[in-house]
């Protein structure tokens, strides 16, 4: 199908090396475009994440799909052709959607791809704009808080109707590779059953929530995030060779990513992509080189 395109097999840019001489892939979370202003692109291989939940800011005030399109443009033309990972709405939970009438504030309950299959009103209309984007660059689409397969498929579903619509109205467009924020503990169990899924994203801060049972934003059981942390690393070690066995491109999004501390045991793990804000790569580059693939620090 149209999500095993040849763009998320491409080998990915790489611009980082460990001190033995393997290709790492450094790339950029940019929550607002306006970010993208200031940023070399040569210094980066792409985008890792671009949130977008920006776009929908206050009651009423979602961004048409023109003005959606137009911003995805923009990001696609910035990158010049190196991989450009647009996430779908992740309204819920801790992003919560400005016009909505139930509640949305559980970290459990609908949130993410959840909720845009509960209100495919904003998918159809990102969808939309994203393949109208398509062919500026190369695009891939991230399924944020994805449990099961079924999601994928309804996602990819959902994009081949609005691309045949586009079709029959001579509108260009191209349908990108769909991959999956792997955030949830179960997703991260069986990346094998995600046959729709184009690539893999860890998204440790979410993962990290589930596995030490409390929420993210917290105060009051901010001192269990030390045990999360340490019980994430462990957890990655299980899973992200499940991943890599896929034979699919898997990265890691989440702050863990630029936890200077983190690195050797995620090299360890066999991360070779790694996405973080941009002020963080420079030294997250410095201290890869400085590592070798297996995360044992270079000797001299
Ligand atoms: C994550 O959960 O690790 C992630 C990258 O996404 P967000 O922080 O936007 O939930
Ligand atoms: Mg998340």
Redesign the pocket.
């Known amino acids: 199908g149209a999500a095993a395109s040849s763009q998320a097999k491409d080998p990915p840019p790489q611009n980082c090396k460990t001190a033995d001489g393997v290709a790492i892939t450094l790339r950029a979370?940019i929550d607002h475009p306006a970010e993208l202003e200031g940023l070399l692109p040569q210094l980066f291989g792409g985008i890792g994440?671009l949130?977008t939940e920006y776009l929908f800011p206050t009651l009423g005030q979602l961004a048409d799909e023109v003005r959606q399109e137009e911003i995805y443009r923009q990001a696609l033309t910035w990158a010049r052709g190196k991989p450009v990972t647009i996430r779908l709405f992740?309204f819920g939970a801790?992003?919560p959607l400005p016009d909505s009438e139930v509640d949305l504030t559980s970290y459990l309950g609908l949130r993410g791809i959840r909720l845009l299959l509960a209100r495919p009103d904003l998918l159809r209309t990102q969808a939309r704009a994203l393949m109208r984007a398509a062919p500026a660059g190369q695009l891939r689409v991230l399924i944020?808080m994805v449990t099961s397969p079924a999601e994928v498929e309804q996602t990819a579903a959902i994009f081949a109707a609005e691309a045949a619509g586009l079709a029959e109205r001579q509108i260009e467009h191209a349908i990108p590779p769909l991959g999956i924020?792997v955030?949830v503990p179960a997703a991260a169990l069986m990346p094998e059953a995600f046959q729709r899924a184009a690539f893999f994203s860890f998204?440790?801060?979410?993962?990290a929530q589930y596995i030490g049972a409390s929420a993210r934003d917290s105060a009051a059981v901010s001192g269990l995030h030390e045990a999360s942390r340490v019980a994430t690393l462990r957890f990655l070690h299980h899973t992200v060779p499940l991943a890599l066995a896929t034979q699919k491109p898997v990265g890691i999004?989440?702050?863990l990513a630029a936890d200077t501390l983190a690195l050797p045991e995620l090299l360890a793990c066999g991360f070779r992509e790694f996405s973080m804000p941009p002020a963080r790569m420079p030294l997250v580059r410095e201290t890869i080189s400085g590592l070798n693939a297996d995360g044992s620090k270079a000797r001299g």
Do not use: F, H, I, Q
Request: charged share 40%; with cysteine.
């Open positions: 979370n994440l949130r992740d801790d992003k944020p924020m955030e998204g440790t801060n979410d993962l999004c989440g702050d």
